[in-house]
């Protein structure tokens, strides 16, 4: 399964999709939080240690893209506090792109009984006939070498102007 880590990578992935003045580190550092916060509903095994609170809480409301849509506008509205946006609307799309993907990635791995993609209207369960995450192989090969090398060539190009200090008024 993809680690909190490689869902974050997908920010890194995904950043063509912002305009180029929107291409600051702290919005890509946002949204690769965002993308691995889903993880967090498990909490309850682990405190559990591992029994039980993993089947029924583990990829379920906080996975769906409901969720996802509902977190983007929220990173939305923080970073357009915190910064000019060039494009609200790229913005959000780069949001809720980056922590959809959390779900969806998750549909392509073979561990656990599937992701609920429609939560909370729908409590089904979504799993991929094709899953090809099965192990740190895979997640190094088709998410962390993409991230760094995007990284290294800095695709998508991040705005070259220095970042403003403080909370704007």
């Known amino acids: 399964m993809p680690s909190s880590f490689a869902h974050a990578a997908v920010a890194v992935i995904a950043n063509p999709v912002l305009a180029k003045?929107?291409?600051r580190p702290a919005v890509i550092w946002i949204a690769a939080c965002a993308a691995a916060a889903?993880?967090?509903d498990a909490i309850g095994w682990v405190i559990h240690g591992g029994s039980g609170g993993l089947p029924s809480a583990h990829r379920g409301v906080t996975h769906s893209l409901f969720?996802?849509?509902a977190a983007a506008a929220l990173a939305t509205l923080v970073?357009?506090?915190r910064w000019p946006l060039a494009s609200v609307a790229r913005t959000f799309?780069?949001?809720?792109l980056v922590i959809a993907s959390h779900g969806l990635l998750d549909c392509l791995t073979s561990y656990g009984d599937g992701v609920e993609l429609l939560a909370p209207f729908?409590?089904?369960r979504f799993t991929s006939p094709w899953q090809p995450f099965a192990g740190l192989g895979s997640e190094l090969l088709c998410l962390w070498l993409p991230?760094?090398?995007f990284l290294y060539f800095n695709v998508g190009g991040f705005a070259k102007r220095p970042v403003a200090r403080g909370w704007r008024r």
């Open 21 to 23: 003045a929107d291409r």
């Open 38 to 40: 889903p993880d967090l």
């Open 93 to 96: 799309g780069y949001f809720a």
């Open 147 to 149: 991230a760094i090398l």
């Open 79 to 81: 970073s357009r506090y």
């Open 122 to 124: 729908v409590r089904d």
């Open 67 to 69: 969720v996802a849509l």
